[in-house]
Nanobody
Framework: QVQLVESGGGLVQAGGSLRLSCAAS????????MGWYRQAPGKQRELIAF???????NYADSVKGRFTISRDNARNTVYLQMNSLEPEDTAVYYC??????????????WGQGTQVTVSS
């Protein structure tokens, strides 16, 4: 059974920084892409950043230049460094792993979500 466990959310003032982590556990042979989504109250879940196994990254325009995604393939862990945080970044942040190759084949998995709150 593959599980994603997130950590690092919390409350921060505008202009501050937070670093989110997400570790995938279980019998995993490889993961194609890992990413971060967020969902603010009353809004749809949106993709904000993802990184492929070879390091290619993609960011939503709203976070470009402020957020940096990285991953440790050996640890099946993805990170999101968030700088210059704004109140508009307040949301529940979800980790996603796509193309996870395990004993049951290939699947997509989600973390439980971690709250990020940015005060003005």
């Amino acid at each position: 059974q593959v599980q994603l466990v997130e950590s690092g959310g919390g409350l921060v003032q505008a202009g501050g920084s937070l670093r989110l982590s997400c570790a995938a556990s279980g019998t995993i042979f490889s993961i194609d892409a890992m990413g971060w989504y967020r969902q603010a109250p009353g809004k749809q879940r949106e993709l904000i950043a993802f990184i492929r196994s070879r390091g290619i990254t993609n960011y939503a325009d709203s976070v470009k230049g402020r957020f940096t995604i990285s991953r440790d393939n050996a640890r099946n862990t993805v990170y999101l460094q968030m700088n210059s945080l704004e109140p508009e970044d307040t949301a529940v942040y979800y980790c996603n792993a796509d193309g996870v190759r395990g004993v049951r084949g290939i699947g997509v998995y989600w973390g439980q979500g971690t709250q990020v709150t940015v005060s003005s």
